[in-house]
């Protein structure tokens, strides 16, 4: 009977799960029509004139009743960090932006509000449909909301340069992405190369200085862990330019193929910075404390499948990667966050001082994933010693 209820709630739970991931793929966003009278107050109605991007015609009518076109709004969108975001843009008869507004978003909320507070979508009115609009060049990037600020000019740009190549007839080109490669994404290869040197040859010293360089790298200096605000986005198809977030896709793609290969989770215990600290914080405070009943503690770490679940399908209702984004990575390495992520952090931090791991053992969704990734190896390499 157990055995038949725990089947009845694993099928109803994987019903539900691709139910809400079928509705993240297909559901549309609301009207748009407010978005568009906001960018073009003057126009008194909107025809549409072409599908792809969305761009429709600003009409008034004069004192005869004649109708006038007035100018342009184009709807485009383009990746952010947490997801896509869609903006609107008001063009006028001179080929000049006129006023733009994101119309709606899957991005993390604070990187969006940060936006917005420091005026970023003003500095595109004025600007020519011609131009670029290129990040550091025609606009400043917003600093601590960079790929934000680059999804949301290049939305405006692609939209622009639409109109401008079909409405007035302009050769223009969208510019090129140059494929990013730097001081982050040399940090990040060469820390997992080091990783994957001492699994390989087990070589434990190196385990330490791979944690202290994920702690540093990967944390506090460019904020890029793995959370479920990622493994969500990845089942929406929310998926980063690989020219512009190359460590998305190493981290992403490249460490799940490794955990395969190699058949060790060589994330949670070597690379991620959070589990970094959470072994300092053991080694300072002792990190002894054990639950008297084992049965208990097993019990409690069940609460990260409901976590990565229920994270899961609140993002696919909301279609926002960033909701599943519940670990306090984003509060504690990009110091940025909402009201209980700020209470939780020191909950977790003072906890792991005495409980080894805490946030690992009983929250983290990163040992559970691994899990995902290494049973089908398991069952594989099985087969083939058979």
């Given amino acids: 009977m157990k055995k038949l209820l725990s089947k009845m709630i694993v099928f109803a739970a994987t019903a539900v799960f691709l139910l809400t991931l079928g509705f993240s793929w297909t559901y549309t966003d609301n009207d748009i029509i407010p978005f568009m009278n906001q960018v073009f107050p003057e126009a008194q109605s909107f025809q549409k ?17 004649r109708e006038e076109k007035i100018g342009y709004v ?106 990013k490669f730097g001081a982050k994404e040399t940090a990040v290869i060469a820390l997992v190369i080091l990783t994957v040197i ?14 202290i360089g994920s702690l540093v790298f990967i944390g506090f200096q460019y904020n890029t862990p793995i959370s479920m605000a990622n493994i969500a986005a990845l089942f929406m198809g929310n998926l980063p330019s690989i020219r512009e977030n190359l460590v998305w896709y190493i981290l992403l793609i490249g460490i799940p193929v490794i955990t395969f290969i190699i058949g060790k989770n060589i994330y949670c215990f070597w690379l991620c910075p959070f589990g970094a600290l959470q072994e300092i914080t053991a080694k300072v405070g002792g990190g002894k404390f054990k639950c008297c009943n084992k049965a208990i503690e097993a019990k409690a770490a069940k609460i990260r499948y409901i976590l990565i679940y229920l994270a899961l399908i609140g993002a696919f209702l909301t279609k926002s990667p960033s909701f599943a984004g519940y670990e306090p990575f984003a509060t504690l390495f990009g110091r940025q966050g909402f009201g209980i992520q700020w209470l939780i952090l020191p909950v977790v931090i003072f906890s792991s001082f005495f ?21 089908p190896r398991r069952y594989i390499m099985g087969i083939l010693e058979k």
Avoid at 105 to 134: A, C, M, N, R
């Fill in 49 to 65: 004139i072409a599908s792809s991007p969305v761009i429709y015609e600003g009409i008034t009518k004069d004192q005869n009743g």
């Fill in 74 to 179: 184009v709807i485009e969108q383009a990746v952010a960090y947490g997801g896509p975001v869609k903006m609107v843009t008001g063009i006028d008869l001179k080929g000049k932006i006129v006023g733009t507004v994101i119309a709606a978003h899957k991005d993390t909320p604070s990187f969006i509000d940060k936006v917005i507070d420091q005026k970023y979508l003003e500095k595109f009115i004025g600007k020519d449909i011609t131009d670029p609009l290129s990040i550091n060049k025609d606009i400043d990037r917003i600093s601590g909301a960079t790929f934000s600020s680059r999804g949301i000019a290049k939305a405006i740009s692609q939209g622009s340069h639409a109109v401008a190549r079909g409405e007035f007839r302009l050769n223009v080109k969208d510019e090129v992405e140059p494929f």
């Fill in 198 to 211: 001492g699994v390989a040859f087990k070589q434990r010293k190196l385990r330490w200085i791979a944690l």
């Fill in 355 to 375: 409980i080894s791991r805490f946030w690992c053992r009983f929250f983290c969704p990163g040992l559970i994933l691994n899990e995902i990734i290494l049973r």
